[in-house]
Nanobody, 131 residues
Framework: HVQLVESGGGSVQAGGSLRLSCTASGFTLLDSDMAWYRQPPGRECELVSTSRSDGGTYYAASVKGRFTISQDNTKNSLYLQMNSLKPEDTGMYYC??????????????????????????WGQGTQVTVS
């Protein structure tokens, strides 16, 4: 039974920091492709950052320079360090992971709008509120 469990969300003031964690069970993050998504209130889910199995990373323009994605394979965990938080960073944050096939990897490389459909494993989300 595969589970991705996010934690680390909370309420912070603008300018503050949070570190989100996503711990996997029943699934090995090593060599998988992973991503963080968020859903702001009243809006659609949006891609925040990705970590490819080849080591490449991507950040949405709105978070570049402020957020850092990383992973600890010894803890089977994915992280998102969020600094200089802004009110517009408010939302439910989800981690996603999978061993993407050729089409999924191409979608990941090209940042396809349907990239989310290739991730088979998702966490339940952790709320981030910035005021």
């Amino acid at each position: 039974h595969v589970q991705l469990v996010e934690s680390g969300g909370g309420s912070v003031q603008a300018g503050g920091s949070l570190r989100l964690s996503c711990t996997a069970s029943g699934f090995t993050l090593l060599d998988s492709d992973m991503a963080w998504y968020r859903q702001p209130p009243g809006r659609e889910c949006e891609l925040v950052s990705t970590s490819r199995s080849d080591g490449g990373t991507y950040y949405a323009a709105s978070v570049k320079g402020r957020f850092t994605i990383s992973q600890d394979n010894t803890k089977n965990s994915l992280y998102l360090q969020m600094n200089s938080l802004k009110p517009e960073d408010t939302g439910m944050y989800y981690c996603a992971a999978d061993f993407l096939g050729p089409r999924g990897k191409e979608a990941l490389r090209s940042m396809s709008s349907n990239l989310d459909s290739y991730f088979g494993y998702w966490g339940q989300g952790t709320q981030v509120t910035v005021s």
